[in-house]
Nanobody
């Protein structure tokens, strides 16, 4: 049984930081591309950042220079360090594991950026 469990969301003021974590089980973690997506009500889920199995990373333009994705294959965990947060970063953030035709999702964690 595959499980992706996110943690670390919450309420933060503009300019603040949060670190999201996603612990995976039930998959060979090192073989999967791990990504973070986010979604706000009424909009499509969008890619925030991805860390491939080969170690490369890619970011949405809106978060480049502010967010950093990293993975620890020994702990089966992927992280998203979010700095200089803006109100428009408010969303539910989802962890994703992708390999070939397989896609697994976490339950999501709410991030709210507000003063």
């Amino acid at each position: 049984q595959v499980q992706l469990v996110e943690s670390g969301g919450g309420l933060v003021q503009p300019g603040g930081s949060l670190r999201l974590s996603c612990a995976a089980s039930g998959i060979t973690f090192s073989r999967y591309a791990m990504g973070w997506y986010r979604q706000v009500p009424g909009k499509q889920r969008e890619l925030v950042a991805v860390a491939t199995s080969g170690g490369s990373t890619n970011y949405a333009d809106s978060v480049k220079g502010r967010f950093t994705i990293s993975r620890d294959n020994a702990k089966n965990t992927v992280y998203l360090q979010m700095n200089s947060l803006k109100p428009e970063d408010t969303a539910v953030y989802y962890c994703n594991a992708h390999r070939v035709t397989f896609d697994f999702w976490g339950q999501g964690t709410q991030v709210t950026v507000s003063s």
